[in-house]
Antibody, heavy 120, light 111 residues
């Protein structure tokens, strides 16, 4: 079964850090590019970051640039999102989503998400 | 403020045809494909339409997409109660550093 499972969310104070993980299974992880997409409570989808299959090209939303780092371990079928200098407005459910090569908005498989709450 | 503009709500009765619009600019919809996602309450989004008007396997042909210039539309014909969900458009934006942009979402209510 093709699936992705996020983990690593939790409660963190403003200014703190978290690292999210996304475990992929059931497909050739190295053949796909990956996104992180978040959804704050009661709001719409917000794209966060995108990484190509080899990790050679990376893109970030302006709202997280300089604070978040996306990476992947193709040997372990894992995608990561290192989040530093967290702010209240980063509170959201974070989903990893599989994308086709060269087609970042084509997200055909999504994880259920992990919840990040930034609060003192 | 989302880069792509959608109406916040739409509604229809069972069997009716409804459309949801998505407006952008030359750097996104005007020069790239449009994608549509459906999000049922409490679930992850699901890809509904890709590359303007293509349906992934398993998506009923009641759902169709179109694009013209810097605008796009999602049409749902033969509306069913299970279509009640949030719908999002998305596209690649060729701006300064490249990014994926989403619409703010449209909540579809089946009356």
């Amino acid at each position: 079964e093709v699936q992705m499972v996020e983990s690593g969310g939790g409660l963190v104070q403003p200014g703190g850090s978290l690292r999210l993980s996304c475990a992929a299974s059931g497909f050739a992880f190295t053949s796909y590019e990956m996104n992180w997409v978040r959804q704050a409570p009661g709001t719409g989808l917000e794209w966060v970051s995108y990484i190509t299959s080899s990790g050679s090209h990376i893109y970030y939303a302006d709202s997280v640039k300089g604070r978040f780092t996306i990476s992947r371990d193709n040997a372990k079928n894992l995608l990561y999102l290192q989040m530093n200098s967290l702010r209240a407005e980063d509170t959201a459910v974070y989903h990893c989503a599989r994308a086709l090569t060269g087609d970042p908005p084509y997200m055909d498989v999504w994880g259920k998400g992990t919840t990040v709450t930034v609060s003192s | 403020q989302s880069v792509l503009t959608q109406p916040p709500s739409a509604s229809g009765t069972p069997g009716q045809r409804v459309t949801i619009s998505c407006s952008g600019s030359s750097s996104n919809i005007g020069s790239n494909y449009i994608y549509w996602y459906q999000q049922l309450p409490g679930t992850a989004p699901r890809l509904l339409i890709f590359k303007n008007n293509q349906r992934p396997s398993g998506v009923p042909d009641r759902f169709s997409g179109s694009k013209s210039g810097t605008s796009a539309s999602l049409a749902i014909s033969g509306l069913q109660s299970e279509d009640e969900a949030d719908y999002y458009c998305a596209a690649w934006d060729d701006g300064l550093s490249g990014r994926v942009v989403f619409g703010g979402g449209t909540k579809l209510t089946v009356l």
